[in-house]
């Protein structure tokens, strides 16, 4: 089979095809140009942006039922938006990869990189797309750059690899442009570009800094675990089904939000309204925006709290519910917390509660309420981790015993007596986590979900952590990776060596094939001359 650049014709007017929309491989005017080459490197800038772009968006899956719960109160429609995010950048990644492995093929084929302007446009909407993403991120969710710090100390020594295998393999066809390219200054620049790039690269690990890098026995006891609205992913959240299911996870703190019925009864629900998780549009359709404070107890009664979750499906787990807990979940009602306490004195667990709504004028009224009613349930007083900041010197007064908990970082003048701390996972650094512990202040941090995030906390040293996924931290062993600093070093050392060895081999044996086709080059010119003077003779 004839061949053309060390590829085969079929393969090669593939390639065209896909790449250029053409299927002929020459003609006049179809020399790589500059502008063919920027588009090249526009390509390969595309593709970084959205490899970016998808390593956010699989961070922000560890706080994406926040966002799918805002745009429902928004909306009053329900879905699981990150499988339209996953979905879409998983498109445009797929895109702008295959689009770059095309070019790459083409110029290691020395065929012309002629883009279709249809291409060109996509990625320009490509760009546009995923910029708009980062300014949503950006405008409406901030915190998920803080997030994405955090990730970096969980995978920066992975990350660090895969670019250092990735740019190892891009050596070919940066070395076979450079020996091509007839511009001086493009190929100066070129390599330029790519060395410094390596080099960056070679010298990541100096800023990588992870808590994970440590000995084995070095290794903090693992977090324990305080159930967010019971276990949300196993069952409807703030249900007795849910609450159950976390205490089967083996967590110690079951972790809730209170508010107060209109007749002075305090039940459990997060939103302020009930129309996300009952079925209050169908038992009382005209008061169904109603804030949930304004109905009374036997009212509330009334409400299914369970079915919400078989049919909406908060989160994937919920289509995978045995036909039994199917038919518990649809049976749960709003609970009370007296009814809340009762089960915690049973399970001997610990309760956790924010008091809402935090702005309402009668506030100091929720708090009396709330109080009476724990001190009448017969809880042993330990058991209630006090976190309402509002009138807490008169808590302290009234029950002495409540642990408090503190929804703020540690301050120059505070007491010794401020000891526990509950806040976003985002809020504290791991160097701070680890001040903390060794101040013996109890760090709680929430809400956390992911394998990686819960890792990198535990390595720190975070006392517990406030999660929907008891169910995956619970069988977690040990974190997700552990490594002494100085295996890791050898590691690092290693693949650079073995990259920059890649790297100079490719370079020298791409020099050498090209000296070897210029030389068969002069050859043929020579024997071509010698047969015209022969045959002009």
Same mark, same amino acid.
């Given at each position: 089979?004839?061949?053309? $650049?060390?590829?085969?014709?079929?393969?090669?007017?593939?390639?065209?095809?896909?790449?250029?929309?053409?299927?002929?491989?020459?003609?006049?005017?179809?020399?790589?140009?500059?502008?063919?080459?920027?588009?090249?490197?526009?390509?390969?800038?595309?593709?970084?942006?959205?490899?970016? =772009?998808?390593?956010? #968006?699989?961070?922000?899956?560890?706080?994406?039922?926040?966002?799918?719960?805002?745009?429902?109160?928004?909306?009053?429609?329900?879905?699981? =938006?990150?499988?339209?995010?996953?979905?879409?950048?998983?498109?445009?990644?797929?895109?702008?990869?295959?689009?770059?492995?095309?070019?790459?093929?083409?110029?290691?084929?020395?065929?012309?990189?002629?883009?279709?302007?249809?291409?060109?446009?996509?990625?320009?909407?490509?760009?546009?797309?995923?910029?708009?993403?980062?300014?949503?991120?950006?405008?409406?969710?901030?915190?998920?750059?803080?997030?994405?710090?955090?990730?970096?100390?969980?995978?920066?020594?992975?990350?660090?690899?895969?670019?250092?295998?990735?740019?190892?393999?891009?050596?070919?066809?940066?070395?076979?442009?450079?020996?091509?390219?007839?511009?001086? $200054?493009?190929?100066?620049?070129?390599?330029?570009?790519?060395?410094?790039?390596?080099?960056?690269?070679?010298?990541?690990?100096?800023?990588?800094?992870?808590?994970?890098?440590?000995?084995?026995?070095?290794?903090?006891?693992?977090?324990?675990?305080?159930?967010?609205?019971?276990?949300?992913?196993?069952?409807?959240?703030?249900?007795?089904?849910?609450?159950?299911?976390?205490?089967?996870?083996?967590?110690?703190? =079951?972790?809730?939000?209170?508010?107060?019925?209109?007749?002075?009864?305090?039940?459990?629900?997060?939103?302020?309204?009930?129309?996300?998780?009952?079925?209050?549009?169908?038992?009382?359709?005209?008061? #169904?925006?109603?804030?949930?404070?304004?109905?009374?107890?036997?009212?509330?009664?009334?409400?299914?709290? $369970?079915?919400?979750?078989?049919?909406?499906?908060?989160?994937?787990?919920?289509?995978?519910?045995?036909?039994?807990?199917?038919?518990?979940?649809?049976?749960?009602?709003?609970?009370?917390?007296?009814?809340?306490?009762?089960?915690?004195?049973?399970?001997?667990?610990?309760?956790?509660?924010?008091?809402?709504?935090?702005?309402?004028?009668?506030?100091?009224?929720?708090?009396?309420?709330?109080?009476?009613?724990?001190?009448?349930?017969?809880?042993?007083?330990?058991?209630?981790?006090?976190?309402?900041?509002?009138?807490?010197?008169?808590?302290?007064?009234?029950?002495?015993?409540?642990?408090?908990?503190?929804?703020?970082?540690?301050?120059?003048?505070?007491?010794?007596?401020?000891?526990?701390?509950?806040?976003?996972?985002?809020?504290?650094?791991?160097?701070?986590?680890?001040?903390?512990?060794?101040?013996?202040?109890?760090?709680?941090?929430?809400?956390?979900?992911?394998?990686?995030?819960?890792?990198?906390?535990?390595?720190?040293?975070?006392?517990?952590?406030?999660?929907?996924?008891?169910?995956?931290?619970?069988?977690?062993?040990?974190?997700?990776?552990?490594?002494?600093?100085?295996?890791?070093?050898?590691?690092?050392?290693?693949?650079?060596?073995?990259?920059?060895?890649?790297?100079?081999?490719?370079?020298?044996?791409?020099?050498? =094939?090209?000296?070897?086709?210029?030389?068969?080059?002069?050859?043929?010119?020579?024997?071509?001359?010698?047969?015209?003077?022969?045959?002009?003779?």
């Amino acid at each position: 089979m004839a061949k053309s $650049g060390g590829c085969c014709n079929g393969c090669a007017t593939c390639l065209l095809c896909l790449y250029g929309c053409r299927w002929t491989r020459s003609g006049k005017g179809l020399a790589t140009s500059k502008c063919d080459c920027a588009w090249f490197f526009f390509i390969f800038s595309v593709c970084l942006f959205t490899l970016t =772009w998808l390593y956010f #968006a699989l961070v922000t899956l560890n706080d994406f039922h926040n966002l799918n719960e805002f745009i429902f109160h928004k909306t009053e429609w329900w879905l699981d =938006w990150s499988v339209v995010m996953l979905s879409v950048t998983a498109m445009l990644v797929t895109y702008s990869s295959l689009l770059l492995v095309l070019a790459v093929c083409l110029q290691l084929c020395h065929h012309p990189l002629k883009l279709h302007w249809v291409h060109k446009v996509l990625l320009i909407l490509t760009v546009l797309v995923i910029a708009a993403a980062f300014v949503g991120l950006e405008i409406q969710w901030a915190e998920q750059w803080e997030s994405a710090q955090i990730s970096l100390q969980a995978m920066g020594p992975f990350l660090h690899i895969g670019a250092v295998v990735g740019m190892t393999l891009f050596a070919w066809p940066v070395a076979d442009c450079f020996y091509r390219s007839s511009y001086a $200054g493009l190929r100066i620049l070129l390599l330029l570009v790519y060395l410094v790039a390596v080099l960056a690269l070679y010298l990541a690990p100096l800023g990588i800094d992870s808590p994970c890098l440590m000995e084995h026995s070095q290794l903090p006891s693992k977090p324990a675990l305080f159930g967010h609205r019971g276990a949300p992913m196993l069952a409807p959240e703030n249900t007795e089904m849910s609450f159950q299911k976390a205490v089967n996870c083996g967590v110690s703190v =079951w972790e809730t939000d209170v508010l107060v019925s209109a007749d002075g009864i305090p039940f459990l629900m997060h939103d302020e309204k009930l129309i996300r998780t009952t079925n209050v549009q169908e038992i009382f359709p005209d008061s #169904a925006q109603a804030n949930a404070t304004s109905f009374n107890w036997t009212q509330l009664q009334h409400l299914d709290a $369970g079915s919400w979750f078989l049919q909406k499906r908060p989160f994937p787990t919920a289509s995978h519910l045995s036909s039994e807990d199917r038919a518990l979940a649809g049976a749960q009602r709003i609970l009370s917390l007296q009814q809340l306490l009762g089960e915690a004195k049973k399970h001997n667990v610990s309760v956790m509660f924010d008091l809402r709504p935090e702005k309402d004028p009668h506030y100091e009224h929720l708090v009396n309420v709330t109080m009476e009613t724990i001190l009448q349930s017969g809880i042993a007083p330990e058991l209630i981790l006090w976190l309402p900041d509002e009138f807490r010197e008169q808590v302290k007064q009234q029950a002495p015993q409540f642990r408090q908990i503190y929804g703020r970082k540690r301050l120059s003048n505070e007491t010794e007596e401020e000891l526990r701390v509950n806040l976003p996972y985002q809020n504290l650094s791991t160097t701070e986590i680890q001040a903390y512990r060794h101040d013996n202040i109890s760090v709680n941090l929430y809400v956390v979900n992911a394998p990686w995030l819960f890792s990198i906390l535990w390595c720190a040293g975070a006392n517990s952590v406030t999660t929907n996924a008891c169910q995956v931290l619970q069988a977690m062993e040990r974190p997700l990776w552990l490594l002494p600093r100085t295996t890791y070093q050898m590691i690092w050392i290693v693949t650079d060596c073995v990259s920059f060895l890649l790297i100079a081999w490719a370079f020298l044996l791409l020099k050498r =094939w090209s000296r070897r086709k210029e030389s068969a080059g002069s050859d043929s010119d020579v024997l071509l001359t010698k047969i015209h003077s022969l045959l002009t003779e």
